[in-house]
């Protein structure tokens, strides 16, 4: 299996700031990698597929990146609304993979 | 609009087999590239993708739950169904159904909470 490697873990913002979450593929998965936003006790929620595409109704602040083995998600101008759990997730090879996910809170 | 509904027992038994209903609208299991796929979240923890059911009637299961996983589907009634044999404790999570298209899982239900316990 591939093995997704998420960093940090954990994340503490202020509103406004830009944050950045990695994730590390334990192969080359070109591109094929999707990022979730997980909002406490919802479920998860697509953000960016294929690395860099927005999902339909996605903010704009929100943007994806990287190849190869290595991709990050960046959030620009970070708000409130933007607390919740982020996860990576493989779609390259089966079966698919998750990242362990980071928490991000606000200062 | 895609919308997806888990729906399943609650609590069960160890050893016993978990069954789950996926009941779903806005696109159909017999149309090309479509697919749902089920996957659980442990309370606290992360996703674990756990099985996958296509148009064409092609599953995908996770070999680290080895045989004990069943998908079909009802393309008719627009369901998808999960079974999970020999469950114990460690199957204790919430259990997501999502529309897939190969590309990601662009769509997720609300989720079943699914307690294993004697």
């Known amino acids: 299996d591939i093995q997704m490697t998420q960093s940090p873990a954990s994340l503490s913002a202020s509103l406004g700031e830009t944050v950045t979450i990695e994730c590390l593929a334990s192969?080359?998965?070109?591109?094929?990698l999707a990022w979730y936003q997980q909002k406490p006790g919802k479920s998860p929620q697509l953000l960016i597929y294929y690395a860099n595409s927005l999902n339909d109704g996605v903010p704009s602040r929100f943007s994806g990146s990287g190849s190869g083995t290595q991709y990050s998600l960046k959030i620009n101008s970070l708000q409130s609304e933007d607390v919740s759990i982020y996860f990576c997730?493989?779609?390259?090879?089966?079966?698919?993979?998750f990242g362990g996910g980071t928490k991000l809170e606000l200062k | 609009q895609v919308t997806l509904k888990e729906s399943g027992p609650g609590i069960l038994q160890p050893s016993h087999t978990l069954s789950l209903t996926c009941s779903f609208s806005?696109?159909?299991?017999?149309?090309?590239?479509?697919?749902v796929s089920w996957i659980r979240q442990p309370s606290g923890k992360g996703l674990e993708w756990l099985a996958s059911i296509w148009w064409n009637g092609n599953t995908y299961n996770n070999p680290s739950l080895k045989s004990r996983l069943t998908v079909s589907k009802d393309t008719s009634n627009n369901q998808a169904f999960l079974k999970v044999t020999s469950v114990d404790t460690a199957d204790t999570a919430t259990y997501y159904c999502?529309?897939?298209?190969?590309?990601?899982?662009?769509?997720w239900g609300q989720g079943v909470m699914v307690t294993v316990s004697s």
């Open positions: 806005g696109f159909s299991l017999s149309t090309y590239g479509m697919g």
């Open positions: 192969e080359d998965i070109y591109s094929n």
């Open positions: 997730q493989q779609n390259y090879d089966s079966p698919p993979t």
């Open positions: 999502a529309h897939t298209d190969r590309t990601a899982f662009d769509y």
